[in-house]
């Protein structure tokens, strides 16, 4: 009797260090997030390259683990929704502020296309 309570014991202890190392994955995987959504700002397109791997890798990483419960897996979508956003967020920023340069740009050329039509019109002194 006593041998089979201490394997039980054994087990549970063994089942609950691998309970874990699979939420510490997950926690592993919202810290990386937390991380992203306050720098992502100042990323240049190299660190959104290395951030986008390392999240694949983190994420790979957390779904190969073995009895996640289904409030993991449903925080994991989570976070995976929550990444994707603060992705999006930070591109979707950069490509306006890109597209106000160029609207401004073109504004600008079009302002001097206009005025060189109207000088044009006028008649020239001779």
Avoid at 11 to 17: E, N, R, V, W
Avoid at 34 to 56: H, I, L, M, P, R
């Amino acid at each position: 009797m006593k041998r089979f309570f201490i394997y039980a014991l054994l087990f549970a202890a063994a089942f609950s260090l691998d309970s874990c190392r699979e939420k510490s994955q997950v926690d592993e995987l919202k810290d990386f997030i937390e991380e992203v959504k306050d720098k992502g700002s100042s990323y240049t397109e190299a660190q959104w390259e290395e951030a986008n791997k390392k999240f694949s890798a983190l994420l790979d990483k957390a779904k190969d683990a073995k009895d996640l419960s289904e409030d993991e897996l449903r925080e994991i979508a989570r976070l995976q929704g929550e990444y994707a956003s603060a992705a999006f967020k930070e591109h979707a920023g950069k490509v306006i502020e890109k597209a106000g340069d160029v609207i401004d740009k073109t504004g600008a050329a079009i302002d001097g296309f206009v005025d060189g039509l109207k000088s044009d019109d006028q008649p020239k002194d001779k």
